[in-house]
């Protein structure tokens, strides 16, 4: 059974700083792409970051660029998202997601959410003003 645990939300004053970390569990993380992505009270839940099976490639929403960082630890099947310069706007509940690596040698890193096959039950992230 897969399973993906987020954890590291939680309230921050605007400016400040949050790791999250994604846990998973149930599958072979080296063949997964990974992404992160959020969803606010009464907002549809949008991209936010990815990064590739191996590491090499990641990819962000351009509300984001240059204040978060993803990354991932295949030994530990963890991947994470640094936030740096939290603002108000970035309050949300932030899921974490997989989908599948095929082997193909070419592809794009994926931002939709239908691209993802597994999901995370979130964390939240409040950034007060």
């Not at 990974?34 to 936010?48: D, I, L, N, S």
């Not at 295949?74 to 998202?81: C, D, G, I, P």
Request: charged residues 20%; proline residues 2%.
């Amino acid at each position: 059974q897969v399973q993906l645990v987020e954890s590291g939300g939680g309230l921050v004053q605007a400016g400040g700083s949050l790791r999250l970390s994604c846990a998973a569990s149930g599958l072979t993380f080296s063949r997964y792409h990974m992404g992160w992505f959020r969803q606010a009270p009464g907002k549809e839940r949008e991209f936010v970051a990815a990064i590739d099976w191996r590491g090499g490639s990641t990819r962000y929403a351009d509300s984001v660029k240059g204040r978060f960082t993803i990354s991932r630890d295949n030994a530990k099947n963890t991947v994470y998202l640094q936030m740096n310069s939290l603002k108000p706007e970035d309050t949300a509940v932030y899921y974490c997601a997989a989908r599948y690596y095929s082997g193909s040698t070419s592809y794009t890193v994926p931002s939709r959410v239908y691209d993802y096959n597994y999901w995370g039950q979130g964390t939240q992230v409040t950034v007060s003003s």
